[in-house]
């Protein structure tokens, strides 16, 4: 809705987002394949922390932060995913500015603490493996709760000042956002003003958050491969280097395609390039995290297996004994 103002110009107070104009032909396909990609996100990273909460052998500091992953991917694609398949099929494709503005603030905020977590998990990595004497006395539970309560306030605080230069930008038209989702550079696109501080802004705090996570994380990983290499025996290297592998692989993934998007002084790359990457770290990453953590994961495996079948074995006494009563 465009509402006159004095001054014979404009203010936006919704935008219309521009999912995939060109592909209304199979819009409904999309959306069957998105709703479909959703549930098996919710339910994958449901299974993985469900399994991980009831099992008692996972009941260490590992295991917890990638329960908290998969409890924050719950979230993380809740922000976008629901309103993006309302979109698919809806006539009008609009979010308020106030909706819009949240929604970049609660994406952002997940989206950094998501990197805080990653980069928590990789310092248990490095404390179990480099200095596994320590580790205990070290990385109590209380600990892992102290750090996964940072991640989650350093995310949740990171977006607010951003957010409120955004609140502040001037937008008279045009008010439709050529991207998946309100994003921050799709949205500062439409400014009729100059964006460049706060381009510059935001290029310094995501480049602190992505490189010093990364530096951080990679790090780590160099003392851990040091010390892995002078493992003797190839089954005690193979078992180290399994235990990182899952989370090196989500790392490369979330923080290539989020370094691909945010680190840059240009308010767009491409309509097609900023919506593919933007399909990555908003759909595929959540979609292949439970994978790779439940197949890649032994303990993880056999967890789920005993629980289904102790489910199995329930409910087959529960038959047999109401035939039994019969």
């Known amino acids: 809705m465009l509402q006159m103002e004095n001054k014979n110009k404009t203010k936006v107070n919704e935008f219309i987002i521009m999912v995939f104009p060109n592909l209304e032909h199979i819009q409904h ?11 098996l996100i919710i339910t994958g990273n449901i299974v993985v922390f469900s399994v991980i909460r009831l099992s008692p052998a996972l009941q260490s500091p590992m295991y917890f932060f990638i329960s908290v992953l998969s409890f924050l991917e719950i979230w993380y694609t809740a922000v976008t995913i629901p309103k ?3 979109n698919l099929i809806a006539e009008k494709k609009n979010i308020s500015f106030i909706g819009c503005l949240l929604q970049i ?34 990385m109590t539970s209380s600990f892992s709760m102290k750090l996964v309560v940072s991640s989650w306030l350093c995310g949740f605080l990171y977006p607010v000042t951003e957010i409120v230069l955004i609140s502040k930008l001037p ?53 851990i491969i040091r010390v892995i290499l002078h493992i003797s025996t190839s089954e ?43 399909v990555v770290y908003s759909v595929l990453t959540p979609l292949v995290n ?14 789920i297996q005993k629980i289904l079948h102790q489910n199995l074995s329930f409910t087959q006494n529960a038959a047999v004994l109401q035939i039994t009563s019969i």
């Open 29 to 39: 396909i999309l959306f069957m394949f998105l709703l479909l990609t959703y549930l």
């Open 84 to 86: 993006m398949l309302a």
């Open 105 to 138: 603030y609660f994406f952002q905020s997940l989206g950094v603490t998501e990197a805080s977590l990653l980069t928590a998990m990789a310092y248990d990595r490095y404390l179990a493996i480099c200095n596994p004497l320590l580790y205990s006395a070290i």
């Open 171 to 223: 937008f008279c038209g045009p008010n439709q956002i050529e991207h998946i989702f309100c994003d921050l550079h799709p949205l500062m696109s439409l400014a009729c003003t100059d964006t460049s501080l706060s381009i510059k802004l935001e290029f310094v705090l995501n480049s602190c958050v992505v490189m010093g996570t990364i530096i951080f994380i990679l790090f780590s990983y160099i003392k």
């Open 236 to 278: 005690g290297r193979q078992k180290a280097f399994s235990t990182c592998a899952a989370h090196l692989i989500v790392v490369f993934i979330f923080f290539g395609s989020a370094g691909f998007m945010y680190i840059r002084l240009t308010e767009s790359y491409g309509v097609h390039y900023d919506k593919s990457v933007a």
């Open 290 to 303: 439970p994978i790779i953590y439940s197949l890649r994961n032994k303990e993880i495996r056999h967890a």
